[in-house]
């Protein structure tokens, strides 16, 4: 088991910056992969990124070049910045660690980017 708790969501205009944060009730180490997804209303849960054990990386093709996902397995703590929000990057943002067998979700944190 393993509890995830994101932070750093908000309100923020067109253009800006948030860093999301996914700290980890233990260690991370051992998930296969750690990610972000994203939910907008009425819409279903799509990754925007997610990050290997080893270090490899993949983005949504809606988000390459602005988004940058991380890790630091020293803090247990995965991160997501997001530069050059757009209106649509509005959604409610989803930490999850995933191993062969399974995957744990956080509770989520919120994402408006006005226009």
């Known amino acids: 088991q393993v509890q995830l708790v994101e932070s750093g969501g908000g309100l923020v205009q067109a253009g800006g910056s948030l860093r999301l944060s996914c700290a980890a009730s233990?260690?991370?180490?051992?998930?296969?992969?750690m990610g972000w997804y994203r939910q907008a209303p009425g819409k279903q849960r799509e990754l925007v990124a997610n990050i290997m054990s080893a270090g490899s990386t993949n983005y949504a093709d809606s988000v390459k070049g602005r988004f940058t996902i991380s890790r630091s397995d020293a803090k247990n703590t995965v991160y997501l910045q997001m530069n050059s929000l757009k209106p649509e990057d509005t959604a409610a943002y989803y930490c999850?660690?995933?191993?062969?067998?399974?995957?744990?979700w956080g509770q989520g944190t919120q994402v408006t980017v006005s226009s």
């Open positions: 999850n660690a995933a191993t062969i067998l399974r995957g744990y």
């Open positions: 233990r260690s991370i180490f051992n998930f296969g992969a």
